[in-house]
């Protein structure tokens, strides 16, 4: 067998794979273009040799690791896709690449993301589009395409990934692996900037098995004192096992018939609830829990104040505004003139659907939806213009499904669910109560046992 086949957390258990990762991204990388900013390779192995002298530094000690590039990392180019910041080397980690560092990871490049990190398709002026395993010509998603897509091509182990509009889901269900959004402040930021408002978006764990994505949380998670609403971390893998027999499962599939979605991929998601019913759980078919018009326009109007208060100074600038994508200054320009009665009315929105959704987990265990609303579309389109003939009125409104999750911060975890007619994979999104994460994983853990999608490789 190939070391590259195998999980992370079996590498964890093995020394010298360096070289055979280094090995698969030169003959896989250059088709699907997931890895970027790639390191030196003799550099590496030196790393390497190092770290199999040294104490053993954590879950990650001696694994090969490429970051995504929306987090800083200390002396490795970190770009956010954005030509403005194409040579850019930090000068120190952000606060997960080093809790990952310090697990022992061995940084080999960065993973490719669209630029700023807006947008479910990987692509930048940087460094292009990153291609789907399953299929070239197809997109891998994103914002964490690039993680999804070397995962999938069995060219990294484990990847970290980030979540404001289905980042970890979308992705991971686009090329066939597991992607886990932890409950809101699990996995902390750094210190910078606005930290009270700025909770939509978060950092989490993407992998091959559900054991890999449980032992990266735990290298991930636990409290940064310096920033508000933290939650302690635990040791994710050793709580897995769980008795699914009377588990109650809602699923919400389309939403009561509000988001529009491709044909097959809600018959995917409801094969993959049979699986849990031979388990024993108890799924039941829920109305919409909550009006899709009321949460949609809470998320936009949360997310255009958020773009407008971080990314203003780009705006301002001429030149930068010159070398920004028109999607992220559409957004900016959403968030200039909002009101703070504006602003009040969707945190309002966005209060009475948490009071909702803990109800609901007062009745349900989890609950279900697809992670995608289209299947992996062409690499040359910028977004889907429409789904089954719906024109879709913003560039992200194609992805609306994971937005009840993100607006209230809720831990949700990317299944694949299998392939369509075209063959192209697909997934869906187990939902779990604030801090259910480690129930979440448990629940994913028995489906991985039942499935292994992700054992499906890819053609290339």
């Known amino acids: 067998m190939d070391l590259t086949d195998l999980s992370a957390s079996d590498l964890a258990r093995m020394s010298e794979i360096i070289a055979d990762y280094l090995a698969r991204i030169d003959g896989v990388n250059p088709a699907l273009n997931a890895i970027v900013s790639l ?45 403005l910041h194409a040579d850019h080397l930090p000068i120190r980690d952000d606060l997960l690449a080093a809790r990952m560092r310090g697990a022992g990871a061995i940084f080999i490049g960065k993973t490719n993301v669209p630029e700023w990190g807006q947008g479910s398709h990987s692509f930048n002026p940087v460094f292009g589009v990153t291609r789907n395993p399953y299929d070239r010509a197809r997109s891998a998603g994103g914002s964490s395409g690039g993680a999804a897509a070397g995962l999938a091509a069995r060219m990294l182990p484990v990847a970290d990934g980030s979540d404001m509009m289905g980042s970890l889901r979308n992705p991971a269900a686009f090329c066939n692996v597991y992607g886990f959004r932890p409950t809101w402040g699990l996995v902390p930021g750094d210190a910078e900037g606005d930290t009270f408002l700025a909770t939509l978006a978060t950092e989490g764990p993407m992998g091959r098995t559900v054991e890999d994505v449980a032992n990266l949380l735990s290298v991930q ?66 109305p919409p829990p909550y009006p899709a018009e009321k949460l949609w326009h809470a998320w936009t109007t949360l997310r255009a104040m958020l773009n407008a208060g971080a990314k203003r100074a780009l705006y301002d600038d001429p030149g930068q505004r010159a070398q920004t994508k028109v999607e992220t200054i559409w957004e900016i320009e959403q968030g200039l003139h909002l009101s703070a009665d504006a602003v009040h009315a969707a945190s309002v929105i966005r209060s009475r659907w948490y009071a909702q959704a803990a109800r609901l987990f007062q009745r349900f265990d989890y609950l279900v939806m697809p992670s995608a609303q289209v299947w992996p579309f062409p690499v040359e389109w910028r977004w889907p213009q429409s789904i089954n003939g719906i024109a879709m009125d913003t560039y992200h409104r194609w ?15 990317n299944v694949p669910v299998g392939f369509g007619a075209q063959g192209l994979p697909m997934g869906m999104q187990i939902i779990g109560a604030t801090g259910a994460d480690a129930a979440v994983l448990g629940v994913g853990q028995a489906y991985h046992r039942a499935t292994d999608w992700p054992a499906r490789r890819p053609p290339v």
């Open 399 to 413: 992805m609306e499904i994971v937005v009840p999750v993100s607006l209230i911060g809720l831990p949700a975890l």
């Open 39 to 83: 390191r030196d390779a003799d550099l590496l192995m030196a790393e390497a040799r190092v770290l199999d002298d040294a104490p053993h530094a954590g879950w990650l000690h001696g694994m090969p690791f490429a970051v995504k590039d929306l987090v800083a990392t200390k002396g490795l180019r970190t770009t956010w896709g954005s030509p």
């Open 221 to 286: 998670a636990g409290v940064n004192p310096e920033v508000p609403f933290g939650r302690d971390g635990m040791d994710y893998a050793a709580h897995l096992d769980l008795d699914l027999p009377g588990k109650r499962i809602g699923w919400l599939g389309d939403w009561g018939g509000a988001y529009p979605i491709e044909l097959g991929i809600l018959d995917l998601c409801e094969g993959a609830l049979e699986v849990f019913a031979d388990m024993g759980a108890i799924v039941e078919p829920l």
